[in-house]
């Protein structure tokens, strides 16, 4: 273990043991790094490590404080290591998607307010109002999305799956490009999650949100296996013969900020 690791490791189980608890100061540098064991260098590259993992704040002319250890910020960072994946793991995260989701949607039913049941509606409405809008019907489906997890009151469920919504996002405006009435579809099921929640049956809701999420992966599948057998080709479309699926990126659906 480098002497920067062990500094770290020292530091944080400070931080665990409640010694340097959510919003407490650090000591000055000289005497933490005696209280440590460790050198004043090996300390200051710790705290920058620690600083990059939401776990220390430095308030410059004040000093170095334990963040607040949320878990938005403790996670930030997934929704960038999840972007950097290759596309050829990209069926793993909708897995991932689909073992999480369903079961938030079902909590969400037994938890979920008028107030909060009254924003999803709404993002349903934009849904069918952008039918035919394939990039602006996907922003709201995310919105949509994370409403409902919203609803569960579970911030680490959250922010777990608001870090792997932006990398299926680009994938689910690509297919709505070149699926025919997969807008349709899509609204079609996002219909059946509000219709479970708004009326509070948990099942119904898991089973709507499972519903949906199995489709995409089910269409993604069979992209995947199309493009391992037919190079150069996708779902049979000569015209879609440069996109890059495997190994690349998805297309950007634009410049505009999709998250």
Known sequence: MSLTDEAISRIRALVQSGELPPGARLPPEHQLAAHLGV??????????????????????????????????????????????????????IVQVRRMLEPAATALAASRISAEQLAEVGEH???????????????????????AVVRATGN????????????????????RGTVETGSSHKT??????????????????????????????????RSVLEDVEGSPGEVDGDPALADTEIVGGLWPEPGSEETR
């Not at 349903?124 to 994370?146: P, S």
């Open 124 to 146: 349903l409405t934009a849904m069918c109002a952008a039918r035919d809008d394939v990039e602006k019907l996907n922003r709201h489906d995310a919105a949509f999305h994370r």
């Open 187 to 220: 609204i079609a099921e996002h219909e059946a999650i509000y219709n479970a929640l708004a009326a509070g049956d948990a099942t119904l809701a898991q089973a709507a949100a499972l519903m949906h999420i199995g489709t995409t992966e089910t269409w993604l």
């Open 155 to 174: 911030e680490t469920l959250s922010t777990l799956l608001e870090g792997i919504s932006g990398r299926t996002l680009r994938m689910r405006v690509w």
């Open 39 to 92: 050198s004043r260098n090996g300390l200051r590259e710790a705290v920058k490590a620690l600083v990059v993992a939401r776990v220390l704040d430095v308030r410059r002319g004040d000093g170095t404080y334990v963040t607040s250890l949320e878990p938005r910020l403790l996670l930030e960072g997934l929704g960038l290591a999840v972007e950097l994946l290759r596309d050829d793991t990209l069926l793993e």
